[in-house]
Each structure stands twice: as structure tokens, then as C-alpha cells.
């Protein structure tokens, strides 16, 4: 919001001098005649400002989009929340979906860190596949799933697919899915805060809660699992 009021507020003066060269002041006879610098500066200013609100804007309809894919075509709507929006957010969680709406939100700075990934996937840090997998777990709660174990175990298996949604490369997108899988999710089978909620011996390649996807992350480890 401070973004588009700033960049408003250029506009704003761009208008007047626009205004100024048409009718003259109070008092004179001509109008002034259009100071270019200045408008060009307004101008630069403007679009500055009016820059990272776009282009949150269309980063959200990307992944609105591609949730949507993830979640079987049932509607999602993804929303990366600035700082002030997380202030008046009433699910203060780090990231959390509305299976009824489609609605995800994302905590900052979430978005931020996905961005980052789609930057550079082929040497993303452990925060930034942890945003890929905060991604696909929320469209699985979109796709219908409540219990989180499960919906961590839809989205691990997944996250090959998401990635590749997002325009990751083939090999590194499956590279990024099974490290988070053998990183993130592993690290919660020796315990921790969300251990119990969201991990489960049966997530595995042969397990009870393996779908056996013809794209599924663990491709590759189902084969050598029989």
C-alpha cells in the first residue's frame, strides 16, 4: 500500500504540471510551459514506486495459477502478504490455506525466498526448497486434504511436479525435491515442535501413503524399492 501511495502521489504532480502548461495560474495571462526534467523525474518516480506492487501482483497470479494445476483445477488464490497485512492477519501461522475458498496466504518473507529459488534453483539453500514445499503442502489443503501428515506426504511427492510448474529445469527440479525430502522432512523424523503433525513413517516410496505418481519425486526410489 505504501508502494502505490507513493507512486500515486507522483502522479499526482505529473497531472499538475500537465495542468499548469494547459491553464495559467490565477493572475497570468499565459500557462507555464511543461518543465520536461522535472516531469521525466516524476515520471522515473512513479513507475519506481508502482514496480513492486505489480510485480508482487504477478508473481501472485503465477502462483495462483500453478496451485490451481497442483490442486486438480480446484480453485486457488495465492496472496504473499506484505509486513502490515501480517499485523492484521488473524492466522498468524507462517503460511495457511482455506480449503473452502482456495485462498493461500504466505507469510513474509515466503514469497520472497520462492522468488529467490525460481532465481536461481540450481543452488538454492534449504529456506528456499522449504518455500517450494510450503507452496505445494498449501495447494494440497486446497486439493481438499486436512490432515497435515498426509498433506506434507501429497506435497513431498509433489514437489517435483510443482517445481517444474514454476519453470525449474527437469533434473534440478527433481535434485530439489528429493533434498527437501531426504533434508527438510527427514530432519522431523528425529523429533522436534511439528514432528508428530506432520511426519509419518508411512511417507515413503512403497508405503501406505505412497500414490505411486507417474511423476512423483520418488520416482526413481520406488523403483528400487521393489
Same mark, same amino acid.
Request: one cysteine or more; aromatic letters at 12%; charged letters at 20%.
Given at each position: 500500500?505504501? =508502494?502505490?501511495l507513493?507512486?500515486? &502521489?507522483?502522479?499526482?504532480? %505529473?497531472?499538475?504540471?500537465?495542468?499548469?502548461?494547459?491553464?495559467?495560474k490565477?493572475?497570468?495571462?499565459? !500557462?507555464?510551459?511543461?518543465?520536461k526534467?522535472?516531469?521525466?523525474?516524476c /515520471?522515473?518516480?512513479a513507475?519506481s514506486f508502482? =514496480?513492486?506492487?505489480?510485480?508482487n =501482483?504477478?508473481?501472485?497470479r503465477?502462483?495462483s495459477?500453478?496451485?490451481t494445476k /497442483?490442486?486438480d483445477?480446484?480453485?486457488?488464490?495465492?496472496?504473499?502478504n506484505?509486513?502490515?497485512?501480517s %499485523? &492484521?492477519d488473524s492466522?498468524?501461522t507462517?503460511?495457511?490455506? *482455506?480449503?473452502? *475458498?482456495g485462498e %493461500?496466504?504466505f507469510q513474509?518473507?515466503?514469497?520472497?525466498?520462492?522468488?529467490n529459488?525460481?532465481?536461481h534453483?540450481?543452488?538454492?539453500?534449504?529456506?528456499?526448497?522449504?518455500?517450494?514445499?510450503? &507452496?505445494?503442502?498449501?495447494s494440497?489443503?486446497v486439493?481438499?486434504?486436512?490432515?497435515?501428515?498426509k498433506?506434507?506426504c501429497q506435497?513431498?511427492?509433489? *514437489?517435483?511436479?510443482?517445481?517444474?510448474?514454476?519453470?525449474? !529445469?527437469?533434473?534440478?527440479?527433481?535434485? *530439489?525435491?528429493?533434498a527437501?525430502?531426504?533434508?527438510?522432512y527427514?530432519? /522431523?523424523?528425529?523429533?522436534?515442535?511439528n514432528?508428530?503433525?506432520?511426519?509419518?513413517?508411512?511417507?515413503? !516410496?512403497?508405503q501406505?501413503?505412497?500414490?505411486?505418481?507417474?511423476?512423483?519425486? =520418488?520416482?526413481? /526410489?520406488?523403483?528400487?524399492?521393489y
Amino acid at each position: 500500500m505504501v =508502494w502505490i501511495l507513493a507512486s500515486l &502521489f507522483f502522479c499526482g504532480l %505529473i497531472v499538475r504540471e500537465i495542468i499548469n502548461s494547459k491553464l495559467p495560474k490565477p493572475g497570468y495571462d499565459d !500557462p507555464e510551459p511543461i518543465y520536461k526534467p522535472y516531469l521525466y523525474g516524476c /515520471l522515473i518516480l512513479a513507475l519506481s514506486f508502482a =514496480w513492486p506492487p505489480f510485480h508482487n =501482483w504477478r508473481f501472485e497470479r503465477f502462483l495462483s495459477a500453478n496451485a490451481t494445476k /497442483l490442486a486438480d483445477l480446484k480453485p486457488a488464490k495465492v496472496h504473499c502478504n506484505s509486513a502490515v497485512d501480517s %499485523i &492484521f492477519d488473524s492466522e498468524p501461522t507462517f503460511s495457511h490455506a *482455506n480449503p473452502q *475458498n482456495g485462498e %493461500i496466504v504466505f507469510q513474509p518473507p515466503l514469497c520472497d525466498k520462492l522468488m529467490n529459488y525460481l532465481d536461481h534453483p540450481e543452488r538454492a539453500d534449504p529456506y528456499e526448497l522449504y518455500s517450494l514445499g510450503i &507452496f505445494t503442502h498449501e495447494s494440497m489443503h486446497v486439493r481438499g486434504e486436512l490432515d497435515e501428515a498426509k498433506t506434507e506426504c501429497q506435497a513431498i511427492q509433489r *514437489n517435483y511436479r510443482a517445481a517444474k510448474l514454476l519453470g525449474v !529445469p527437469d533434473k534440478i527440479a527433481r535434485k *530439489n525435491a528429493l533434498a527437501y525430502y531426504y533434508g527438510h522432512y527427514m530432519q /522431523l523424523k528425529e523429533g522436534g515442535p511439528n514432528a508428530v503433525r506432520y511426519f509419518s513413517e508411512q511417507c515413503a !516410496p512403497g508405503q501406505e501413503l505412497d500414490e505411486h505418481l507417474s511423476d512423483s519425486t =520418488w520416482l526413481t /526410489l520406488e523403483t528400487n524399492a521393489y
